[in-house]
């Protein structure tokens, strides 16, 4: 079996770094892809990450997770979906891996480390949301691969994107 250095699940395992604030690189990345994603300034990036429960990155800024608890201030739309209907939960607002960086098992790292952090917090459920229109097949692969299941799906953006809803109990 190969294992990867990435499949670690330890806080302190040293390609993974908690994030404090935002970074060009990782402005960039995120930027590089605003479709599945949505752009950020770079206030805006730097906000989420002072915000959320949870962010972090990889050493070399290959991959980037930011996250929000339920008691977040955030006002995303998906994120309000699943407050109106969870009393309890860690939303992934974006988990983003650059196409060179890609079979890595870099965002396979962040989430088990997110998972880790969020049980230790007391959280029993992660959620997020997937473009289903337009479409990201890759990223249904690999949240079906880490036990994802759909909880719901909605039109946003007056039609603009179709999303699914999912969660994962911890």
Known sequence: MDIHPMTATSPSHPLITPLQ????????????????????????????VRESFYSATTADSDALLITFDQSSRY?????????ARYDKFVYVDRV?????????????????????????????????????DPPNPGSD?????LKFSE???ASIY?????????????
């Open 21 to 48: 604030s935002a970074t060009e690189s990782l402005l960039a990345l995120n930027n590089d892809h605003a479709v599945e994603l949505s752009p950020l300034s770079r206030t805006e990036f730097d906000q989420l």
């Open 158 to 170: 007056n039609g603009a994107k179709t999303v699914r809803y999912l969660l994962r109990p911890l």
């Open 96 to 132: 983003v891996v650059a196409p060179a960086a890609r079979g890595k098992g870099y965002a396979r790292a962040l989430y088990k480390d997110l998972f880790r952090r969020a049980k230790s917090a007391g959280q029993h459920r992660i959620v997020c949301e997937i473009n289903l």
């Open 141 to 145: 692969a690999f949240h079906a691969s």
């Open 75 to 83: 006002d995303n739309v998906n994120f309000v979906w699943f407050r």
């Open 151 to 153: 909880v719901g799906r």
